[in-house]
């Protein structure tokens, strides 16, 4: 846990923001696979750890009176039988004082609370529930139809936790520093040592294990795949040949449930072929190029163009594009190769604060989110500010059902030689992914440097 | 998968015990972690998996009408736009094909399919649902209000599929033996490679990785403690020190979601003290013994029982425990060590069709389970057949807090020299499980074995 001060100031800032009110923020439960008692590994919700600092506990309710001031853990200490499954755990009334409030009542008690606050006329704000087990919970507590939670979550207080959470501290900087060193490790071991002969998930325990050392486990599913161009392709049993590009997606949560989210990719044999290495160039130019103009004040959405935009300047080199890039860009055809986002915020979740809701975490009511292909996907589009942190990860991706359906459509006939790109259906995909803090001037890199180039890339093959 | 009749002769079996009424079978859905599009690795439900080999798709129902003879799995096939996230999976059609049935519709008919059936007054079979998704999808889908979804569960349904499941065929045990063979893989890693200085997470965590290479991933949270007097003890970031006890429980899913689940205890050091050497071979001598008697016809409570009793006379010669060993167990006395149960059915699930309730699965009519601390905690009491798979897990656990509150009761006054055990509470616990299936005669164990005596393991240590 962080000191004291740090959730004592974190809960006065949302009190001042809210004004009154309830806010009732509920802990995960357990998460169950395929019975009942057999869990997936804990997963603490994001809000209720940034505003308690209480992780690994199921089944706990935070709430705060802003009326009356009260502060309340809703929650039961291990019982005398309990020990014997899991012996002595620190007790809730430890975690309280740790962070900074008093009260501890038992669980069988939220629901009598709460009801009393209703019948008095008071507001109960909540955040958008994403597990079936917190919208039964929601349902039967505020007396809400299950059909109708998702539409009675409190937009004021996503967007007054949104306005704190965006902006990392400094002490949040170190956690996510550290969560970014066990991602690179993670990396650095698949580039080193991925063979010809090896299958994905081989390769992808062992990243998984590398994650789950570090003390948070994975951050999310593992992408590690020969099929890059698929943008969600998980690990399969593919085996890894000679000649496959292996684009590896992955990242790890550190003990403080900060994460670190990275892609690189590289040959599964020792170097990369011409045409590899061509195209890897354009990718990293445009992440280059990307990171250099990071700084706050500029849209994130602007910077996602420009990456766009050095994208096809590259393909056009290659000539697989034509005409003026800038046009190219407008009219979407960009989207046939890069068809999701240039990155997203990351904290405590990896896309953070997503189930909020992006018009909230990446967009403005003057900058709403697009619905065109491509821009639908860029999950940030705002002006950056000081201490926001987020990915930057642009890539390319020759997916031979979108090449196929496109020219089927006749679409971006003026930019596209479709002829040159039916030789790279059988390509894969190329993403290069880092995460940075925006700084005063402009931006710094998240954890320790990792190869990027194809020369260092290469001779971490080779090593 | 297995062969297509496989599959159809399960559904063939289960319509036979039914006669009548519809079969719901929901298949899992994707399980949110800290935001809804952020998930943990996919788990089939292991009935849909059972009954129509389909895995790793998400949100499918399988429907057996046993009226009509129809057979309907509700899915949806990716759209364009999703084959750019994830290519193009193999469609529900082909999947249906190798399953042996050929009706395939899209998932939103699931609901007014179902409405027609209810209005014609056919009687819809479900299992109790275990995740909160899966509740709200019954309730709504069989207009059950939720609360009493549970209490509407199929015991017609549950008691067939037991009757099926518990009883594995010989292309299950080949599945079985390689999901045994993958976990002791990452015990025979964990004996080799744990070292003083190293934390339990860091183990852990390399054990997590070689269950995901092996293709079906963890099948339960790594217990992996030198705390292993706490029973379901997970893996924290405590460091193993010269003098531990490790106790490491852990198992693997294979391809086909069959699993294995093994128990390892062995020093942190290279070798074990004299005195955890006498507490070890007790335990071993406990596992042993029930071994031998295994067979066809023997209740499973009975071999719990006769185990209890070898840690009994293992403890008295130790000066731990005093008396006539039949009585102390007759009386509970071996729960101050001993506080859960010899062993469960493995299968699909660890503990294999917990979800259907333990009066199904382990128990009978005729031998109800048992409310006793200790008895309460067997998973599997009834006459053992040939086919059942099952775990042999006896262990001695010097839990301090049940020590010090049995003492403070006066319990167990005439079998337990509590001055002796004063001394143990700080000894840990010993635990040695292996999987088996009973055979005509006996039984045999699942996997290649691995070392288990104290010798074998400090040779492993020592390599």
């Not at 196929?404 to 006939?413: H, I, V």
Request: hydrophobic fraction near 40%; glycine fraction near 8%.
């Amino acid at each position: 846990m962080f000191p004291k001060n740090t959730y004592v100031n974190r809960r006065n800032i949302l009190k001042q923001t809210l004004k009154s009110g309830i806010v009732l923020l509920p802990g995960n439960g357990e998460s169950s696979m395929n019975y009942a008692d057999n869990w997936y590994p804990f997963k603490q919700d994001s809000s209720f750890l940034y505003y308690t600092g209480i992780d690994h506990i199921p089944d706990l309710y935070f709430l705060i009176n802003i009326d009356t001031g009260e502060e309340i853990l809703f929650g039961n200490n291990a019982t005398p039988e309990e020990k014997v499954w899991i012996g002595a755990p620190e007790k809730l009334e430890s975690f309280a004082e740790k962070s900074g409030f008093s009260t501890v009542k038992p669980l069988d008690q939220v629901a009598s609370y709460l009801k009393t606050q209703l019948d008095k006329g008071l507001h109960v704000h909540y955040l958008p529930p994403y597990r079936g087990a917190q919208k039964i919970a929601i349902s039967n507590l505020l007396n809400i139809p299950l059909a109708e939670v998702e539409a009675n979550k409190s937009t004021a207080l996503i967007q007054a936790i949104v306005a704190q959470r965006e902006r990392k501290s400094a002490e949040e900087l170190v956690e996510l520093n550290e969560a970014v060193n066990i991602t690179r490790k993670m990396h650095e071991y698949a580039i080193r040592n991925t063979k010809p002969g090896m299958t994905e998930m081989e390769v992808a325990g062992a990243l998984n294990g590398i994650a789950v050392s570090g003390g948070g486990g994975l951050a999310f599913p593992i992408i590690l795949t020969k099929n890059g161009q698929y943008l969600h392709n998980h690990a399969t049993t593919a085996t890894l040949n000679e000649g496959d590009l292996v684009l590896c997606d992955s990242g790890a949560y550190n003990k403080m449930g900060y994460g670190g989210d990275m892609t690189r990719t590289f040959p599964a044999g020792k170097t990369f072929t011409p045409l590899q290495k061509d195209v890897y160039n354009i990718v990293l130019n445009a992440h280059n190029t990307a990171i250099e103009v990071l700084k706050p004040g500029i849209r994130f959405k602007e910077v996602h163009l420009l990456a766009s935009k050095k994208l096809v300047e590259g393909l056009t080199d290659l000539g697989l594009m034509k005409g003026n890039a800038d046009n190219a860009v407008a009219a979407g055809a960009h989207t046939l190769f890069f068809q999701c986002g240039l990155g997203h915020m990351m904290g405590l979740d990896i896309h953070d604060m997503e189930n909020m809701g992006e018009q909230y975490v990446g967009y403005t009511p003057e900058l709403e989110k697009s619905t065109e292909f491509g821009l639908k996907s860029l999950r940030l589009g705002k002006e950056l500010q000081e201490d926001f942190v987020l990915t930057v990860e642009p890539g390319l991706y020759f997916n031979p059902f979108l090449i196929d359906e496109r020219r089927a459509q006749n679409k971006y006939m003026d930019f596209v030689n479709y002829d040159e790109v039916e030789k790279f259906k059988n390509f894969g995909g190329i993403r290069v992914e880092e995460d940075f803090v925006i700084t005063k001037e402009g931006s710094d890199l998240l954890g320790e440097p990792l190869a990027k180039t194809v020369a260092d890339i290469e001779k971490l093959r080779n090593n």
